[in-house]
C-alpha cells in the first residue's frame, strides 16, 4: 500500500494536526517575561519614599520660614522697645537733673537772701563785727550746701604738688625741702563726686639745684 504524503505547511490546503495535550493548547504563544512584575511594585515602592520625604522636606521648609518670621518679628519688636527705654532713661535722666538743680538753686536763693539781709545791715550802720559775723555764717552755709551736692574743697597748703589736681602758676626754690610742696594757695580746687571739678591755683616750692632726687628741678 502506498503512504499517504503529509502536506508542507507551506503547501495550500495545510491543516496542523491537533495536540492532545490541553495545556499546549492553552498556552500562550509568548510567555511573559519572569519578574517583570516584582520590578514594576519595586519603582512604586521608590517613588512612594520618594513622595515621603519631599513631604517631609517641604514640611522643614515650611517650619524654617516660620521660624524666621517669628524671630525677625521678636527682633523688631526688642529693637522697638529697646528704643523706647533708651528715649525713657533719657528723659528720666533729663528731668532729674532739672529736680537736682532746681534743688540746688533753691538752696543757693537762701544764701542770696542771706548776702542782701547783710548788705541792708551795712547801710543800717551796723558794727563792722556783727557784719563780719553775718558773712561768716553765709559761708557756712554755702559749704553747707556744696557739701550736700558733693562737692568737697580741696586745700592742698603743705601738701605734696600733684599734678593731677594742683596747676602751679610760680615757683621757688628751698634747701629744706627734697619733694615740690604746696607753699601757698592762691585759689581752692573742687572735687564733685570724687572727681576733679576745678584744680587748685598754686606756688611750689622745688629743692635747690643738687638737692632734690637725682639732682634736676623738673618741670613744675
Do not use: C, W
Amino acid at each position: 500500500m502506498t503512504e499517504s504524503k503529509k502536506p508542507h505547511p507551506s503547501e495550500i490546503g495545510y491543516v496542523p494536526e491537533s495536540s492532545d495535550d490541553p495545556a499546549a493548547q492553552t498556552e500562550p504563544h509568548h510567555k511573559s517575561r519572569p519578574g517583570r512584575s516584582h520590578g514594576g511594585a519595586d519603582l512604586r515602592q521608590k517613588l512612594s519614599h520618594l513622595e515621603e520625604e519631599l513631604k517631609k522636606q517641604q514640611a522643614i521648609i515650611k517650619q524654617v520660614r516660620q521660624d524666621r518670621d517669628d524671630f525677625q518679628d521678636k527682633y523688631l519688636r526688642n529693637l522697638a522697645e529697646m528704643d523706647n527705654f533708651r528715649k525713657r532713661i533719657s528723659k528720666e535722666k533729663e528731668e532729674f537733673q532739672r529736680f537736682v538743680l532746681g534743688e540746688f538753686l533753691l538752696g543757693l536763693l537762701e544764701i542770696y537772701d542771706n548776702f542782701e539781709r547783710a548788705i541792708r545791715a551795712h547801710t543800717a550802720d551796723e558794727s563792722p563785727r556783727s557784719i563780719i559775723a553775718g558773712i561768716q555764717m553765709i559761708f557756712k552755709q554755702l559749704q553747707e550746701l556744696l557739701r550736700k551736692y558733693r562737692v568737697e574743697e580741696l586745700d592742698p597748703q603743705e601738701m605734696p604738688f600733684d599734678p593731677n589736681f594742683h596747676q602751679a602758676l610760680s615757683k621757688e626754690e628751698r634747701k629744706d625741702i627734697v619733694d615740690p610742696t604746696v607753699v601757698e594757695v592762691y585759689q581752692k580746687g573742687f572735687l564733685y563726686n570724687e572727681k576733679l571739678l576745678r584744680p587748685a591755683l598754686v606756688r611750689v616750692a622745688i629743692p635747690a639745684a643738687g638737692n632734690g632726687p637725682g639732682g634736676d628741678e623738673g618741670d613744675y
